[in-house]
């Protein structure tokens, strides 16, 4: 089967580590509440992980990799960021971290029982290669299990950023493109893709999770975008100002106007929550 999940070398993978090592305080402040919630669910989607050895993957602050360690497992957390690292360890020192690259991770063939990957393989310059390089590290029987945003038809933030960018944006896009992740989304894609990379297609599972993300205000999604997110950030801090000042305002006509709970401001975030198994 011809894979085309990657991208031209290097570019995408430098552009998000160089946005990483000088977005953790900004990420962690503006999102690590949304993602953190959907690490019960991740977890869940496992195997009983107490006394087994677990790799968190794009650990970034170590969201997952707490919870993880609070429940019993013996748990390594890895990411490409070493400022992400420095913030995982001062957050969690029940756990060990390591800077490490998730297409050459440093572990031996077999030697890892359970992996988790919260949120990180939209971050992946090639999420094919991630996965044929977790199932290399993962004991016989051992299992996956990873989170990744829904599309933007059923997640409604990414749904707010790209409408008002695609009307008021007056720029073209300047930054690197990603990999496309929608092979995650369709199952048919994704059993033959986990199956390539060793895993067994039959144990495969994809549930959609969604959590209410309960704005303090209608420029908070804007603020979030802007100060802690790779890409989106540096999409909007291409725009002049004026435009982009167009771009916060439209977002905010629209969670009040379609995201309006008697006066609560609730934009749902949903996401896939994905798991499978070796043999």
Known sequence: ???????????????????????????????????????????????????????????????????????????????????????????????????????????????????????????????????????????GRGSLAITVWAESSRNAASLILEQAVERFAVQSCRTPDGPSYGFLWDIEQLQSIVAEAGFVAATLQSRLHVIPWRLTDADELFRAELAGSVRSGARLRQEPPASRERIREAMAKDIQSNYNEDGNLIIPMAAYVISVSKP
Do not use: C
């Open 1 to 139: 089967m011809n894979t085309t999940f990657a991208i031209p070398p290097q570019t995408f993978a430098d552009f998000e580590l160089q946005g990483w090592e000088t977005l953790s305080s900004a990420y962690d402040e503006s999102w690590g509440h949304v993602t953190s919630s959907f690490v019960p669910a991740i977890l869940s989607a496992l195997p009983d992980i107490e006394g087994r050895g677990l790799i968190d993957i794009g650990t970034g602050p170590g969201y997952a990799a707490k919870l993880a360690a609070q429940r019993g497992a013996n748990v390594i957390g890895v990411d490409f960021s070493a400022t992400m690292i420095e913030a995982a360890r001062r957050s969690v020192p029940e756990a060990n971290f390591e800077v490490a690259d998730v297409e050459a991770l440093p572990f031996a063939d077999g030697e890892i029982d359970l992996a988790i990957s919260n949120f990180g393989f939209q971050h992946f310059a090639n999420p094919a290669s991630a996965l044929r390089e977790i199932s290399r590290i993962l004991t």
